[in-house]
């Protein structure tokens, strides 16, 4: 089955810098990458996606890139903020379903 | 607005009492999953239905059962519920295809005494 690996599991950055998230996943079959953020006692929120046929996809400050001959994809938030602050989980589909990322709890310090 | 709804959004019940969860959509989409997350741990899925199939996860306890009688509707059972079943539930949905975007419900957190 698919395994899906996220690093790092904290991250703290300085309001304004950039911010990078790292997931590898194991079955070459995946071919959906969605990001969800999720805030304290609420629901994961989709923010960003990419699919196997594209190499790149940017939304404003947001940005996620696929290898998929490495089995990576990266999360980039560029120009941080503290609303930017929660934790993020990467994941990826196996059939029908989707095995998602540990997370990686992101602060962003005013 | 096309969503998902969960409820109750706050369930407390007692060691060893049955609880039912419930999750409705207006997506009409035909697979819909449910997910435990515990306090800072990824969402985990317990099972899912494709249409009518029920599709278990492996190490999914005998403790979770679920129910889907119509495309909208789907129910998690936990027959008997201990201390570490209490967790935030998460349903989602999603249409079968080659890029699946799954829309997830409010959740519902479940306490058990």
């Known amino acids: 089955g698919e395994n899906v690996e996220q690093h790092p599991s904290t991250l703290s950055v300085q309001e304004g810098d950039s911010a990078v998230i790292k997931c590898t996943y194991s079955?070459?079959?995946?071919?959906?990458f969605p990001w969800y953020k999720q805030e304290l006692g609420k629901r994961p929120q989709l923010i960003i996606d990419?699919?196997?046929?594209?190499g790149e996809k940017k939304d404003q400050r947001i940005a996620v890139t696929l290898n998929k001959t490495a089995k990576h994809f990266s999360l980039h938030i560029t120009e941080t903020q503290p609303e930017d602050s929660a934790v993020y989980f990467c994941?990826?589909?196996?059939?029908?379903?989707?095995?998602f990322g540990p997370g990686t709890r992101l602060s962003v310090l005013p | 607005d096309a969503m998902v709804i969960q409820n109750p959004r706050y369930q407390v019940t007692q060691f060893g009492k049955p609880v039912t969860l419930s999750c409705s959509q207006t997506?009409?989409?035909?697979?819909m999953y449910w997910y435990q997350q515990k306090s800072s741990q990824a969402p985990k899925l317990l099972f899912h239905?494709?249409?009518?199939?029920?599709?278990n996860e492996a190490d999914t306890p005998d403790n979770f059962q679920s129910r889907r009688p119509n495309t909208s509707f789907c129910f998690l059972d936990i027959r008997s519920p201990g201390l570490g079943d209490a967790a935030m539930y998460l349903c989602?949905?999603?249409?079968?295809?080659?890029?699946?975007?799954?829309?997830f419900g409010p959740g519902t957190r479940l306490t058990v005494l």
């Open positions: 997506l009409n989409h035909n697979v």
């Open positions: 239905y494709y249409d009518k199939d029920f599709n």
């Open positions: 079955d070459s079959a995946s071919n959906y």
């Open positions: 994941a990826a589909n196996y059939g029908q379903n989707f095995v």
């Open positions: 990419i699919r196997s046929n594209v």
């Open positions: 989602a949905t999603s249409n079968s295809g080659f890029y699946n975007e799954q829309f």
